[in-house]
């Protein structure tokens, strides 16, 4: 464990980028600008040392980049268009098509289910790693996504990314650099509304 001395950031540092992570959608990203592969190899990494119970690591990414965004896109397009029926929305087909394109990379979210751990504790140590790698791009100057739409829960969609039936597909996360002075507003409300405190 690491302990006090060997902390690289100051506690103020660590609070600035926890606070200052921002959701910013790849319309906001760079076009054509694309982020090393061995740096999004780095914030994987960092994904993976997410808190697990039973040390069971239930996360599983893949990771599209170059002309595998486009395969994505494509994969997306069809099985929405085979899937939608009436319900089918112009806007959505739209962003299915062109929201891989605009993102230097987009990694799915995959959650390989361990039957010995409850449902709820896989889940949250995916959302977990998953922030761990939000905040490694933010540290980075990188922009990211998560977005759990399209086609985030078709049953079909599963074995496209080596999913099996009792896994989940927990979404995409958009990853990029953002264009000059984007930016991405976000608000909390007041911690009192959402705590309890019991002192005696």
């Given at each position: 464990?690491?302990?006090?001395a060997?902390t690289t950031l ?5 609070t600035?980028?926890?606070r ?5 959608q790849p319309?906001l990203?760079?076009?054509g600008?694309v982020?090393p ?6 914030l994987?990494?960092?994904?993976t040392?997410?808190p ?5 690591e ?5 990771v599209?980049?170059g002309?595998?965004?486009?395969k994505?896109a494509?994969?997306?397009?069809e099985?929405?268009?085979s ?6 929305q112009e806007s959505k087909?739209e ?5 891989p ?9 995959g959650?390989?289910?361990n039957?010995?751990v409850?449902?709820?504790e896989?889940?949250a140590?995916v959302?977990c790693?998953?922030q ?5 791009a933010?540290?980075h ?7 759990s739409g399209g086609?985030?829960?078709q049953p079909e ?5 080596d999913?099996?039936p009792?896994d ?12 000059p002075?984007?930016t991405?507003?976000?608000?909390r409300?007041p911690?009192?509304?959402?705590v ?5």
């Amino acid at each position: 464990m690491m302990n006090q001395a060997e902390t690289t950031l100051s506690a103020a540092q660590v609070t600035q980028l926890i606070r200052g992570r921002r959701s910013m959608q790849p319309v906001l990203f760079e076009p054509g600008r694309v982020v090393p592969d061995e740096l999004v190899r780095e914030l994987l990494e960092n994904a993976t040392w997410a808190p697990t119970h039973k040390r069971t690591e239930p996360w599983h990414f893949v990771v599209f980049a170059g002309a595998g965004r486009q395969k994505l896109a494509d994969f997306q397009v069809e099985l929405y268009r085979s899937t939608a029926g009436p319900n089918l929305q112009e806007s959505k087909l739209e962003k299915l098509t062109n929201n891989p394109l605009f993102s230097s990379h987009v990694i799915a979210i995959g959650l390989k289910r361990n039957p010995e751990v409850p449902e709820v504790e896989e889940v949250a140590a995916v959302a977990c790693a998953v922030q761990n790698l939000h905040l490694s791009a933010v540290a980075h100057g990188l922009a990211g996504f998560w977005s759990s739409g399209g086609v985030t829960y078709q049953p079909e969609a599963k074995p496209f990314f080596d999913l099996g039936p009792q896994d989940q597909l927990l979404g995409f996360f958009y990853l990029g650099y953002p264009k000059p002075g984007a930016t991405a507003r976000s608000t909390r409300r007041p911690l009192h509304e959402k705590v309890t405190w019991v002192l005696e």
